[in-house]
């Protein structure tokens, strides 16, 4: 018996340590980013005066991993109407986007960047009595973002930054003063110049993480004019990145093992049990 309850004993303690002891796996499954430098639409009277989104097509989805970059010199883009022109002009933007996600276990980084240097973007009202209405102006000589996200599931974090150096802006003739080391969202209260519909956003970041997903986007600038004053709209947003992974947790319990050596152990058992009976008859 004593022989029997060690057997028993072992049987046991190989159960446990099969049976609750899962085997567990985490991996990043996809991912996504994008950078670039200038987006700006600009509708005057219900009717789009200027649409611009440059570089374009830097964007990247993973697996597989992909790093892709692009920079654009001396971009120069104008449109005149019958009652207003908006013109821009860039010497340099780029844009980038890069990832090493490619479905297998461990940290994963993904992540982009977008930035100007030399910018001026005007829009105006033409008038046949006059002068005519400045809507706004912005000058800037360097805009720059970056985000990304890393780790794996249930620990990826976010990161993202921008920098902004003499920015100036106008917008209907008055001269707005912007702080540019302006910590992350930064918003400037437009409305207590009476310029109604009008929102501007610096170092804007917007994070959206949990265990099995995580995003970063950022805006070095960001200026939303919804109806200003009954005139026009605009969206302009300067120095984009975006970043975002999900990531998949698997644990599970080697039932099958666990079976196999439950049945085989109880087997075993039940023999030396029918030996043990039979030379106890003999």
């Known amino acids: 018996m004593e022989k029997q309850a060690c057997i028993l004993g072992a049987v046991t303690l190989a159960l446990a340590s099969v049976t609750f002891t899962p085997s567990a796996g985490a991996a990043v499954v996809n991912a996504y980013s994008e950078g670039y430098g200038l987006s700006v639409n600009l509708d005057v009277g219900g009717s789009n005066l200027l649409a ?16 892709l970059n692009d920079a654009l010199l001396g971009f120069d883009v104008g449109v005149d109407l019958l009652v207003a022109q908006a013109h821009a002009s860039i010497d340099v933007i780029t844009g980038s986007a890069d990832s090493n996600v490619d479905g297998s276990a461990g940290n994963k980084t993904t992540s982009a960047s977008g930035g100007i240097e030399g910018l001026n973007i005007n829009a105006s009202l033409f008038s046949i ?6 809507l706004f102006e912005l000058d800037n000589w360097t805009f720059s973002s970056s ?3 890393t780790g794996d599931y249930g620990n990826m974090t976010a990161s993202g930054s921008a920098n902004i150096t003499s920015l100036g802006l106008s917008i209907l003739g008055q001269d707005i003063q912007v702080d540019t080391n302006a910590g992350p969202n930064s918003m400037i209260d437009l409305s207590a110049l009476g310029l109604i519909g009008a929102t501007l956003i ?3 970041q917007i994070t959206d993480c949990s265990n099995s ?10 200026l939303s004019l919804n109806g200003l004053n009954s005139l026009f709209d605009a969206d302009i947003i300067i120095g984009h990145s975006y970043a975002e992974m999900s990531a998949e947790n698997i644990s599970a319990v080697p039932v099958p093992a666990a079976v196999w050596l439950f049945g085989s152990a109880m087997a075993g058992l039940a023999g030396f049990s029918r030996r043990q009976a039979g030379r106890a008859i003999a």
């Open 52 to 67: 611009v989104a440059a570089p374009a097509g830097i964007s990247g989805t993973a697996p597989a991993p992909y790093n």
């Open 129 to 134: 009595f006059g002068p005519g209405l400045s």
């Open 147 to 149: 985000a990304e996200v």
């Open 202 to 204: 610096l170092n804007e």
């Open 213 to 222: 997903f995580c995003s970063m986007t950022v805006n070095a600038l960001r």
